[in-house]
């Protein structure tokens, strides 16, 4: 059986991955809205930038998902059916403890609790992937 930290990374990566791919067109969407408003040229650097920019978020997520999951879960709820735990862009909260399947809060923790943790994870986890991406994709304006 694997162990906790294992278990957190493995399901970060597939669950996680899988619902950060299914996220990912929408923000392809609002690169069309882009488009509309300052034209298809504009909106497909944007989109250039985006991309890039959400698999280092994803990638920075990891350790905060597992540390997430190490220190929250079974302190201050409990999930029968975990998958994945905290994600950068969703804040955690009733979705995560699954009470269809008997998950519940322990101890008078609540929503807000799950979704302050996700805060204290998430600001530092979007500003190392702006840093990184700032560093790897440094913005060149283009010669007028």
């Known amino acids: 059986m694997l162990d906790r930290a294992t278990e957190a990374a493995l399901g970060y990566i597939l669950f ?8 990912l067109p929408l923000a392809l969407v609002a ?4 488009g509309l408003r300052h034209g298809l040229r504009h909106a497909l650097k944007v989109a250039k930038r985006a991309l890039p920019f959400a698999g280092i978020l994803f990638v920075s ?18 999930d029968n059916d975990p998958l994945v735990d905290w994600l950068p862009w969703a804040p955690s909260g ?9 998950g519940h809060y322990l101890g008078g923790a609540s929503a807000w609790t799950l979704r302050l943790a996700w805060l204290v994870l998430a600001v530092p986890v979007w500003a190392l992937a702006i840093a990184v991406f700032r560093r790897a994709f440094p913005h060149r304006p283009e010669a007028a």
Do not use: H, K
């Open 16 to 23: 996680g991955g899988a619902a950060s791919l299914v996220v």
């Open 31 to 34: 690169c069309w809205f882009v």
């Open 61 to 78: 997520g990891l350790p905060a998902n597992v540390l997430f999951t190490l220190v929250m879960r079974e302190r201050f709820y409990t």
């Open 94 to 102: 009733d979705w995560i403890v699954d009470v269809s399947c008997q």
